[in-house]
């Protein structure tokens, strides 16, 4: 992975907000990927600046105090902050992720319902015995090990969600999913196949939603499919099935999205042998290697609000209508915050304290009030059980490849998709 140096710590909180150089940044986030805001606070000696992204003013900024700022007080919402080649492909229209105030609160009290610890327990199982399965069927073939953690989440995720076998074709669902998050951050032609890949996909768990309430589908109670097709909007009005189907997707996506975290912890294994033993033997290390794989490895770069309520901050007013974009990677490398940031220590979350807008891979703030990721416990728990897993049995050997993650490619994935070869 290219890594910057770190940026500098000595930030002046009474200096003006800078703007950076270009009339138009456009070109350069396409560029630079998960390093554009990093190269433009370190030239301008800044944790904030504006630009134009698109044509469209913005603030970047980042580090433990901005995403405090970004997350906590409802200064934010999300509407028409993500571009909607990005928006289609990831949370969508009707959304919790589109809802603000009590409809939001309420929304997202379903979200954590179903992400309860004894429900991820579930999931993590259901998770474990799809791999031992996977390994069986693989041994003594090379694959690529992203292929196969994004086939063995979808059916984990799918038997969790409570999905009867045979409800849905399941490998062309799994190709739908991974496509959602490859081309969430491509535009033109390879997006556009992927919206209408949604598009099919939405209407299928729309019909799937429809066959619960109907009682054409007998679907076990508690298990995600039948809380979100019996789930009440605030007023206490059933969600439109349309909008069911978002966020049966928007459970179904993201638990396959973790791949890219199960392949960013054989990599870390691969790279940092002297972590197998540890991580085997105690399940509290590998939740602390996990944590590290998520600070340490890119996934989503940025997000974007659109400020709700005015506030002052660094002596600017921002005012309603404004677009501000958190930078989360520069966040998670973030000098003030994480001792020799590039490193990949694991051993850091020792007697860690928990700052919530520190660690962001997954939003800061609040989880309950705000819009932090009710999945993180979820991706801790899998990413955890499965370098355990695969540092204990050693399931397969690693072949010559390229290795390389590059953070101009979002979302990010070693060259080759980490290919590896079961033992027979
Ligand atoms: C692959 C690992 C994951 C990553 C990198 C990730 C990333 C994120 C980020 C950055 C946000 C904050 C969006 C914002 O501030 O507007 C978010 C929100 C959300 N995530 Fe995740 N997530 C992951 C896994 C999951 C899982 C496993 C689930 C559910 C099973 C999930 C469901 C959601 C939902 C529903 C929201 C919207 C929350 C709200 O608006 O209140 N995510 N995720």
């Avoid at 990005?86 to 009590?102: A, F, W």
């Avoid at 190709?175 to 949604?198: E, K, T, Y």
């Avoid at 600070?295 to 660094?314: C, H, S």
Wanted: include cysteine; charged fraction near 25%; charge should be positive.
């Amino acid at each position: 992975m290219v890594d910057l140096h770190p940026q500098p710590s000595g930030i002046d909180p009474a200096a003006e907000i800078p703007r950076a150089r270009a009339i138009d940044e456009s070109l350069g986030f396409l560029l630079d990927g998960y390093t554009f805001g990093r190269r433009r606070f370190r030239r301008l000696g800044t944790d904030v600046f504006t630009t134009r992204l698109a044509g469209r003013r913005a603030t970047v900024m980042y580090g433990a105090e901005a995403a405090r700022i970004f997350y906590e007080g409802d200064r934010f919402s999300r509407d028409r902050a993500m571009p909607t080649s990005v928006l289609h492909l990831l949370q969508d229209e009707g959304s919790v992720q589109t809802l603000e105030g009590d409809e939001h609160r309420h929304r997202k009290t379903l979200f954590m319902q179903m992400l309860e610890p004894a429900s991820v327990e579930r999931l993590v199982q259901a998770f474990d015995a799809e791999w031992t399965r996977a390994v069986a069927e693989r041994g003594g073939r090379t694959v690529s090990l992203y292929d196969l953690a994004v086939e063995t989440l979808t059916v984990a995720a799918a038997a969790w969600c409570g999905i009867p076998g045979g409800a849905v074709d399941l490998s062309r669902l799994s190709g739908d999913l991974a496509a959602m998050v490859d081309r969430a951050a491509s535009f033109g032609p390879p997006n556009w196949i992927a919206r209408a890949r949604r598009r099919k996909a939405e209407s299928d768990l729309e019909a799937l939603v429809e066959d619960v309430r109907s009682g054409a589908l007998d679907v076990q109670p508690g298990t995600p499919l039948h809380r979100i097709a019996e789930a009440t909007d605030a007023d206490g009005d059933r969600l439109p099935a349309s909008v069911a189907a978002v966020e049966l997707l928007n459970v179904l996506r993201p638990v396959v999205a973790v791949s890219r975290f199960l392949v960013f912890a054989a990599h870390a294994l691969h790279h940092h042998p002297e972590w197998r033993r540890p991580v085997a033997a105690d399940p509290d290390v590998a939740v602390r290697f996990a944590n590290e794989v998520r600070r340490r490895y890119p996934f989503f770069p940025i997000i974007a609000g659109t400020v709700q309520r005015a506030f002052t901050w660094r002596g600017r007013a921002f005012r309603p209508g404004e677009w501000v974009i958190l930078d989360l990677y520069a966040t998670n490398h973030d000098v003030r915050s994480w001792s020799a940031p590039a490193r990949f220590l694991p051993r850091r979350f020792e007697g860690w304290n928990g700052d919530p807008n520190t660690l962001i891979p997954q939003g800061g703030g609040d989880l309950a009030t705000g819009h932090r990721c009710p999945g993180e416990a979820a991706t801790i728990a899998l990413t955890a059980r499965f370098a355990r897993r695969i540092a204990a049995d050693d399931p397969f050997s690693v072949p010559k490849q390229d290795l390389r993650i590059s953070l101009r490619r979002i979302p990010a994935l070693p060259q080759d998709r980490f290919r590896v070869t079961f033992r027979s």
